[in-house]
């Protein structure tokens, strides 16, 4: 996976602000942004990026400015060579300009003021979806969280200290944009939302388990671990983390199927995305909990197995996605 570094993302910033500004009226502006954060989406995450060329336009231009707003903060806390008081001071002025974009009226104000491109176009999708608010800084809680990163004694203190910010949360941004199918239907929407968020969230903490070590994180329940005599996930029996992994892998599938039952609850132009999103991630969590190899290996899907799961009738917008901006 190709990382930018904190220079770059700088750079994005400034010349997605020009060419956003440049433009006539609002829409030009949003339009210019979201070109960047469709970028961001197709080099961060291959998968969900297919996934979301299934959506209308407008569906998908909003995910890819949610997208966008997720990651830089992630990188933040991952990948920008930061000790950790710098890394919470990022994250603080990150939050201070979400919260001043959110004061203003319009994106091109926004841009105007200087504040970053990225929660400038994600203030916009919260103003138009009628997203909460504070959802988003619920999201940046988690990320100081990692910056500071503790352990979690059960699952349930996993889901409610972490994955709710880090994951849940950002279920609900989508669910406001894919919208309800029938009236009345937004609850169960949302709770599919939840599931599925602490789904994704899960088979990532499983696929990145040595990843995570090395930064000094670890999200696999302690129960688990003392289940099986672990007390340290690098020193220990590979068997025994193994039955670890396959225990939480089917914990997992659990949410995964609990989303998927009320998949009909959401817009019916958004069910096609939100479905292959399931069952490719789905297909991930189970390669990880039939792998051996221990947490040295980080499992994917390959190309081939990602478009078995896909609707065929669609395939044609993948090769249209990698060669054009829309």
């Known amino acids: 996976m190709s990382v930018w570094s904190e220079e770059y993302w700088g750079c994005l ?8 500004l440049s433009g006539a009226g ?54 920008f060579p930061l000790d950790a008081r710098s890394r919470i001071s990022r994250l603080d002025a990150w939050q201070e300009a979400y919260e001043e974009a959110l004061a203003l009226p319009s994106l091109r104000a926004m ?20 997203i909460p608010p504070e959802h988003y800084r619920s999201f940046l809680d988690a990320m100081r969280c990692d910056a500071a990163p503790r352990r979690y004694e059960t699952l349930d203190d996993l889901i409610e200290s972490y994955i709710y910010g880090s994951a849940i949360v950002v279920g609900y941004f989508l669910a406001y944009v894919y919208g309800e199918n029938r009236k009345g239907d937004f ?32 999200y696999l329940p302690l129960d688990y671990l003392r289940a099986e005599g672990i007390s340290d996930v690098t020193a220990c029996d590979a068997e025994a983390l193994g039955r670890v992994v396959r225990r939480l892998c089917a914990e997992t599938e659990k949410f995964y199927e609990l989303a998927q039952a009320d998949l009909d609850a959401f817009a019916p ?58």
């Open 13 to 20: 910033d400034r010349a997605t602000a020009r060419a956003a």
């Open 269 to 326: 132009d958004s069910q096609v995305a939100i479905r292959a999103c399931i069952d490719v991630y789905r297909q991930l969590n189970a390669r990880i909990g039939l792998d051996g190899r221990g947490i040295g290996h980080r499992e994917t899907v390959p190309m081939r197995e990602k478009f078995r799961v896909l609707p065929p009738s669609k395939y044609w917008r993948l090769p249209l996605a990698y060669l054009t901006q829309r």
């Open 187 to 218: 609850e169960r929407a949302l709770c599919s939302a939840r599931r599925l968020g602490i789904a994704l969230q899960l088979t990532n903490f499983l696929r990145d388990v040595g990843e995570d070590e090395r930064r000094g994180r670890l």
């Open 26 to 79: 609002e829409d030009a502006a949003f339009d210019a942004v979201v070109r960047e954060a469709r970028r961001v989406l197709r080099t961060y995450s291959t998968s969900f990026f297919i996934v979301t060329r299934f959506l209308p336009p407008k569906k998908r231009a909003q995910v890819e400015a949610i997208y966008a707003a997720v990651r830089y903060p992630d990188e933040i806390v991952d990948t």
């Open 111 to 130: 841009l105007e003021r200087d504040l970053p491109v990225f929660v400038s176009a994600f203030a916009r999708v919260v103003r138009d979806c009628g």
